[in-house]
C-alpha cells in the first residue's frame, strides 16, 4: 500500500515559469508533510515542510500548499531555475517518515 | 561542518560475501536511518534507530542487520548479499524523534554479482 504518491515520474519546465510538483497521499495520521530535492549523486537535501494544520507554507521561490480534505499537497516554485532541475520526494510523518517515489523535474533554457 | 559520512561510496561485491556500510554523523543526532532507492520505488527505510541500542525494522528490512553501540555511528550490515540488494543506499540522521528534517549522506551505490 504506497501511502505517498507522486504519480508524475518527471515534469519539464521552461526557467522563469512556475514549476508544480503534486503529492497525493492515504494515511490520514500523517502531521507533517516534507519536501526533499535530490541532485545526482548526493543525498536528498531538506527543502520545506508543512504541519498537518497549516494549509500554506512559504519559504522564497518554494511554497507548498496543503488540502487535507482531498489528501493531496503540492510544490510551486517561481520562478524556475536551472538549479531547480532535480528528483523532488514528497514525504509524510507519523511515527516514521515515508516517501514518495520521486517526481525528476527539468528546468528548460 | 555538520555531516553524515557513509563509506564507501561504490562497492561491487559477489554473492554471499559479507559486507558493511558504515554511516557516521557528526551532529549528536539522536536518530538515524537507514533507505535504499531504487528506480521506480522511490526511498523505501529499512532500519532505524531512535537511540543507542535501540533499532527497529524499517519496510524492508529482510537480508540487512544494523547495530548501534555509539550515538554517531550506525552500519548496515549484509550477512549474505543477493543481487536483489543490488541498490543505492543513504544513511540519514535527525534531531527530532520522530525524524523531521533528515540529514542525508552522499549515497553507496552497491552492486552485487
Known amino acids: 500500500d504506497q501511502q505517498v504518491k507522486q504519480n508524475s515520474p518527471s515534469l519539464s519546465v521552461q526557467e522563469g515559469r512556475i514549476s508544480i510538483l503534486n503529492c497525493d497521499y492515504t494515511?490520514?495520521?500523517?502531521?507533517?508533510f516534507l519536501w526533499y530535492k535530490k541532485y545526482p549523486a548526493e543525498g536528498p537535501t531538506f527543502l520545506i515542510s508543512?504541519?498537518?494544520?497549516?494549509d500554506k507554507n512559504e519559504d522564497g521561490r518554494f511554497t507548498v500548499f496543503l488540502n487535507k480534505s482531498a489528501k493531496h499537497l503540492s510544490l510551486h516554485i517561481v520562478p524556475s531555475q536551472p538549479g531547480d532541475s532535480a528528483v523532488y520526494f514528497c514525504?509524510?510523518?507519523?511515527?516514521?517518515?515515508?516517501f514518495g517515489k520521486g517526481t525528476r523535474l527539468h528546468i528548460l533554457p | 561542518e555538520a555531516q553524515v559520512t557513509q563509506n564507501p561510496r561504490y562497492l561491487i561485491t559477489v554473492t554471499g560475501k559479507k559486507l558493511t556500510v558504515t554511516c557516521s554523523q557528526n551532529?549528536?543526532?539522536?536518530?538515524m536511518s537507514w533507505y535504499r532507492q531504487d528506480p521506480g520505488l522511490g526511498l523505501r527505510q529499512i532500519y532505524y534507530?531512535?537511540?543507542?541500542?535501540?533499532?527497529d525494522k524499517g519496510d524492508v528490512p529482510e537480508g540487512y542487520k544494523v547495530s548501534r553501540k555509539e550515538k554517531r555511528n550506525f552500519p548496515l550490515i549484509l550477512e549474505s548479499p543477493s543481487p536483489n540488494q543490488t541498490s543505492l543506499y543513504f544513511c540519514?540522521?535527525?534531531?527530532?524523534?520522530?525524524?523531521?528534517?533528515?540529514?542525508f549522506g552522499s549515497g553507496t551505490r552497491l552492486t552485487v554479482v
Open positions: 551532529m549528536n543526532h539522536e536518530y
Open positions: 534507530s531512535m537511540n543507542v541500542e535501540v533499532t
Open positions: 494515511n490520514s495520521m500523517f502531521d507533517y
Open positions: 540519514a540522521s535527525s534531531s527530532d524523534k520522530n525524524f523531521y528534517g533528515y540529514t
Open positions: 508543512i504541519s498537518s494544520i497549516k
Open positions: 514525504a509524510g510523518r507519523d511515527d516514521k517518515i515515508i
